[in-house]
């Protein structure tokens, strides 16, 4: 288990704040934030795919790797770390691939978090870790996560059950 610096901990349970008000907004409990080279966060978003309207791939990770992508150049965003209450999935990290981003923190693995969904219809998640999509690319990614599980577990505390 990779071990956090304070920043990579503060930004993380930054992450963790941002999907606990996703969830308390009426959507999905995920959220991530994008920091720059300097460990300050540029972009924090939290999931849409219930609202405003509904949309399976409003993802938190997909949105902000959106917004990143138009905001930056590649060649900053290969600097920047995304920190994400639960792994991204396939299509989050295809996102982040595509938009350039170098790193990926996250709390809870894609395993752990479809234990606790099941087969809940809002989100099907998909068995298929991050590290093995970004190994697919023609560019490295460095990927840290599992990291503060419990914490982000607590995120997660009776969504599905």
Not at 129 to 143: K, P, T
Request: aromatic share 8%.
């Amino acid at each position: 288990m990779a071990v956090l610096n304070e920043s990579d901990t503060r930004n993380l349970r930054e992450a963790f704040q941002v999907a606990t008000r996703s969830r308390e907004e009426g959507n999905l409990p995920f959220g991530c934030v994008i920091t720059d080279e300097r460990g300050r966060v540029v972009i924090a978003q939290g999931n849409l795919a219930l609202l405003p309207v509904r949309d399976p791939t409003a993802h938190a990770e997909t949105v902000a790797a959106g917004k990143a992508a138009r905001r930056y150049e590649p060649r900053v965003l290969a600097n920047f770390t995304l920190y994400s209450s639960a792994e991204p999935c396939a299509m989050c990290a295809g996102a982040i691939y595509w938009a350039g981003i170098g790193r990926v923190v996250f709390g809870l693995t894609e395993h752990e978090l479809r234990g606790l969904t099941g087969n809940h219809p809002d989100n099907p998640t998909m068995s298929l870790a991050c590290r093995e999509v970004f190994a697919s690319g023609q560019r490295s990614i460095e990927v840290i996560g599992p990291v503060l599980v419990d914490e982000a577990l607590k995120v997660f505390d009776a969504y599905w059950g």
